[in-house]
């Protein structure tokens, strides 16, 4: 998990945004800016330049402190719903073109290299298919129906959505054994490097999503 999934953007959330959510982050901006009530409305990458220090280290300490308060199985349902639908969905979504694009060019460009892993642009975009379906369909049937935390209808298809994260996870499972879990070769260029570290990462993100929905989640609605 990233510290934008739960901060937000560094750029636009506000000493007093956080200190909100969460009064003991009020310790850690004190820590490097003491007299930092007068900063209350300031965005928290300007108050890392005031206290001189690289802004992912101040957010890094920020959440943290937020994650030590309220570990990620007790976060609020609504602030869930945010974090999957605006930091996992819209990230898996703007990510999957780019790695299918980039799987394409490396299997027309090495085809004749034995180490690519053959057949790996239509695994992605396999995994593009059954990702967007599965998003749309999650987004519009159970996520939406679960604001404010209310009750349940006996229709919500979380079972459904639970078959639906076990495709993927054995598509991602297929990904790892093509890619050597995503170790490229000594003969690999940059776009082929990037794009086995891009994977891995979208690998690791939506295993990461998987868990909140289907073990953190969809518990608290299930009959």
């Known amino acids: 998990m990233n510290y934008q999934d739960i901060l937000g ?11 909100s959510r969460c ?24 108050v890392a330049s005031i206290a001189n220090v690289e802004p992912k280290r101040l957010c890094q300490e920020l959440f943290d402190t937020v994650m030590e308060q309220t570990p990620i199985e007790e976060l609020d349902t609504d602030l869930l719903l945010e974090l999957i639908l605006r ?52 987004n519009a049937y159970v996520l ?11 229709e919500t298809p979380i079972a459904q959505m639970n078959e639906e994260h076990s495709v993927i996870k054995r598509q991602l499972k297929k ?13 690999a260029c940059r776009s082929w490097r990037r794009f086995y570290r891009e994977l ?6 939506l295993s990461e999503q998987i868990y909140l929905e289907r073990d953190v989640l969809f518990p608290r609605f299930q009959f």
């Open 175 to 187: 990904l790892r054994q093509m890619t050597c879990n995503y170790h490229a070769p000594e003969s």
């Open 9 to 19: 953007s560094c750029s636009e959330t506000t000493v007093g945004q956080l200190v």
């Open 200 to 205: 891995k990462a979208l690998d690791f993100r």
């Open 87 to 138: 930091g996992y969905d819209a990230g898996h979504l703007g990510k999957l073109p780019e790695i299918h694009r980039l799987a394409r060019k490396i299997e027309a460009v090495h085809r004749a290299n034995p180490e690519v892993p053959k057949g790996i642009t239509l695994a992605v975009k396999k995994l593009e298919h059954t990702l967007t379906d599965h998003i749309k369909r999650e």
């Open 144 to 154: 939406k129906r679960m604001k404010h935390d209310q009750p349940p209808r006996p």
């Open 23 to 46: 009064p003991q982050t009020l310790a850690v901006f004190r820590k490097h800016v003491p007299e930092i009530e007068a900063h209350r409305l300031t965005t928290v990458d300007i």
